[in-house]
């Protein structure tokens, strides 16, 4: 029975450690954020009432600090992008340039989207040749390409999952594994380089859980 409970204990232990990494993150972005989380308890009408407020508010003010912490950073968007929930395949730095322009990949209900970081008019001509190598493997899906920033015609930071996950649906799931499979012979040729500047924050996956109240 004891080695039974160990693994549960050790799933239990990995999810309070999240819990403790994601809440001294939001404290570094908000100071007062245990303060206004007791507020929050104490007012409530009823212990579940008031659990389930401040789970919420401390969810959006995690969200909240893990983009003020990404911010400005190389591959910002790809961390964004992990907030996607199951059913999509998020591909970081599948293809970038000497001046650190990034493009990234998911691959879900809408197809391929080809997500750019970077310098508008220099992702154009990146964005354009990851089309026509997508194109050459999967030219049945639909390919989209998004610029992710602040620029006039980009999509933010904070609302790119969002944005992504509201796509008009065209590849059903059974057609989902032909398409990867695709490409990764596709990917099989690229020259294996890491994303410039060191690696995106490694504290997301916790955030993302406890924003869904996991």
Known sequence: MAKTDKP????????????AATYSMTRE?????????????VVSAGIVFGILLAVIYFGRRAQKAMYA?????????AAAL?????????????????NQDI?????????????GEGNPNRLRSLLAGERRKHERVASETTIHELIAGD????????????????????LKPADMTDVLA??????????NVPIPK????????GARQHMRGR
Not at 9 to 17: F, P, T
Not at 72 to 77: D, H, I, K, S
């Open 103 to 115: 493009v990234h990949r998911v691959v879900g209900p809408p197809g391929i989207v080809l997500i």
């Open 151 to 170: 620029g006039e015609g980009a999509v933010p930071i904070p609302r790119l999952a969002k944005h992504v996950g509201k796509m008009k649906k065209t």
């Open 8 to 19: 549960a204990k050790a799933k239990k232990e990995g999810r309070l450690k999240q819990l």
């Open 29 to 41: 972005h908000d100071p007062r954020i245990g303060i206004t989380l007791a507020a929050i308890f």
């Open 69 to 77: 912490q990404i911010e400005g950073r190389p591959g910002a968007a």
């Open 182 to 191: 695709r490409l990764r012979a596709l990917d099989a040729n690229r020259s």
């Open 198 to 205: 060191g690696p995106v924050p490694t504290n997301m996956k």
């Open 82 to 98: 992990g907030m996607l929930r199951r059913g999509w395949q998020v591909d970081p730095a599948i293809a970038f340039n000497r």
